[in-house]
């Protein structure tokens, strides 16, 4: 038996019938069929208030919309939010539809002259990721006469630590390297842009206070050196993010509150150069990753050599994070339930495997649960982040599940 990751709170004590947002997972299922995204609006907009209460005023709050860009999402995040950071023209388009264009910025590497242009002719922030980008982002702009809004995204001479995904610290194809990145910012300036500062992200999902309080000390420094180095004050200083959540056994989810005092301290103390920059923090997965379930129907049970298989309707090509496909190095269990036996113990060890004819198509190794036969329901839980949109949804021809918000 292996171990699954612990239910997220608005599930861990839910006896019988599952509920999201009080509403029966199995009627769901009934009315939009399997397999099916369910995200609950009221536990975002909860979480969003939990970082508003716990972090300085002075702190914004952007969602990096590469969690989950569903659109009646995204509509519901946008007023909750004070930016969107997105990651191509797609999302540039999608944010767009939602936010005004001085609220998002776009980063990520790689843009396209056609991208650069259409953030440029919208008024979206680039963050901009090379001193190759700069150039073709201000020859951009001088075709379109139109001086874009740029950001310069720095590859931090520091780290985050104990994050899932490290992006700092290192040779990277993110950012400018912090040695570089004064040079930058004064060749954009000198272009005609309007440089609205500075965008460092140093890695994501991490769990531990600690380790982001310290990185966001060190990035405030850094920005302070930056500036310094500029000789101008930063518009606005994205601090990053990397909040995470809790998927695995022995996960202990994020002390938020402890990182919002400490983050008020710092700023109180920050260099001078930064007294009258706006900061904000980019957060996806901590905003709606528990607010998602993916309710998957069992097609077949089977015993095979003594092991029993739970076969879904659905699998990794809508959840391939749960199949420890995307990002970990050692497979392990996200948590799993039985919709009509939320509660109940487990009876017996099963793996919940999904539909496709390969053997990495696995939602639930070895795991306990209550007996579970043909036509019951599986919920794999933190569904909400790295879902649909990070899943290889093409791959052997199955339907798309449908996606559904409640709350
Ligand atoms: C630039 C940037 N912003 C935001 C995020 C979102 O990270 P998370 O969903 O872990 O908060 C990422 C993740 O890779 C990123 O690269």
Redesign the pocket.
């Known amino acids: 038996m292996k171990p699954m990751g612990p239910l997220p709170p608005a599930f861990a004590h839910q006896q019988g019938v599952l509920t999201i947002a009080g509403e029966d997972a199995a009627a769901l299922v009934a009315a939009y069929g399997s397999p099916l995204f369910v995200y609950d609006l009221a536990a975002v907009a909860a979480q969003v208030a939990r970082f508003r209460a716990a972090m300085p005023e002075a702190i914004g709050l952007h969602y ?1 919309i ?2 989950n860009p569903f659109a009646p999402l995204l509509a519901a995040m946008a007023p909750l939010v004070d930016g969107l ?1 997105v990651a191509s023209g797609g999302e540039l388009e999608c944010a767009l539809a939602v936010k005004p264009a001085t609220a998002v910025s776009f ?1 990520g590497p790689g843009k396209r002259d056609d991208e650069l242009a259409a953030a440029i002719a919208a008024g979206a922030t680039l963050n901009i990721e090379s001193a190759g980008e700069a150039r073709r982002a201000l020859a951009a702009g001088e075709r379109l006469g139109i001086a874009p809004r740029a950001a310069v995204r720095v590859n931090p001479d520091l780290e985050l630590r104990g994050s899932g ?1 490290k ?1 700092g610290g290192r040779a990277s194809p ?1 950012g400018i390297d912090a040695e570089e990145a004064a040079a930058v910012v004064r060749s954009l300036i000198e272009g005609g842009a309007t440089w609205r500062g500075f965008h460092i ?1 140093a890695g ?2 991490a769990l531990d206070a600690g380790a982001l309080i310290e990185t966001q000390a060190a990035t405030l420094a850094l920005a302070a050196r930056l500036a310094d180095a500029v000789g101008a004050a930063p518009p606005l200083v994205n601090l990053g ?4 959540v809790p998927y695995f056994a022995g996960d202990v989810a994020l002390d938020v509150e402890r990182v919002g005092g400490a983050l008020a301290e710092a700023l109180s103390r920050r260099a001078e150069v930064l007294a009258d920059s706006g900061f904000a923090l ?5 905003l709606v990753a528990e607010a998602g379930v993916y309710l998957t129907r069992v097609v077949d049970r089977k015993v095979s050599r003594g092991e029993i298989f739970l076969v879904v309707d659905g699998g990794l090509h809508h959840q391939l994070a749960a199949s420890g496909n995307f990002g970990t190095v050692v497979r392990r269990n996200y948590p799993l339930a039985v919709g009509g036996r939320m509660g109940m113990a487990g009876e017996e060890e099963v793996s919940v495997v999904g539909c496709l004819c390969t053997p990495l198509d696995r939602l639930g190794d070895r795991v306990l649960l209550p007996r579970t036969a043909a036509g019951d329901v599986v919920a794999v839980f933190l569904a909400g ?2 879902g649909l949109t990070a899943s290889p949804s093409a791959f052997l021809g199955h339907p798309a599940p449908a996606e559904v918000v409640v709350g």
């Open positions: 990096a590469k969690a950071d980063a995904m992006m993110f992200f994501s999902q993010g990397g909040f995470g980019e957060l996806g997965r901590w982040a790295y």
